[in-house]
């Protein structure tokens, strides 16, 4: 199965920088697009990127686009969230997700990682 882990997240300052990463030990990540999801307090999980296994395609929601960067390192087997110029409404839980497409809809990823807390606080 599948097993994906997350690390990279914290606190931070608005207008700083973090870098989120997306790892499996088990499987190789090659062979799955790999997304990023973030959800807050009381609001619906939402997708804030993608990368396609295919083609290395990328797709960004539109209120990160610009600010958000995501890479695969099919090397070390690690997806990463580059995410620059944070603001206070990027605070929520991030989670990476694996599928055999590459989409922004959360219910199409079948493996998940079990999150990790970003705050963009002063």
């Known amino acids: 199965q599948l097993q994906l882990v997350e690390s990279g997240g914290g606190l931070v300052q608005p207008g700083g920088s973090l870098r989120l990463s997306c790892t499996a030990s088990t499987y190789s990540l090659n062979y799955y697009g790999i997304g990023w999801f973030r959800q807050a307090p009381g609001a619906e999980r939402e997708g804030v990127s993608c990368i396609s296994h295919l083609d290395g395609s990328t797709y960004y929601e539109d209120s990160v686009k610009g600010r958000f960067a995501i890479s695969r390192d099919n090397a070390n087997n690690t997806v990463y969230l580059q995410m620059n110029s944070l603001k206070p409404e990027d605070t929520a839980v991030y989670y990476c997700?694996?599928?055999?497409?590459?989409?922004?809809?959360?219910?199409?990823?079948?493996?998940w990682g079990q999150g990790i807390q970003v705050t963009v606080s002063s």
């Open positions: 997700a694996a599928a055999g497409l590459c989409t922004l809809v959360p219910d199409l990823f079948g493996a």
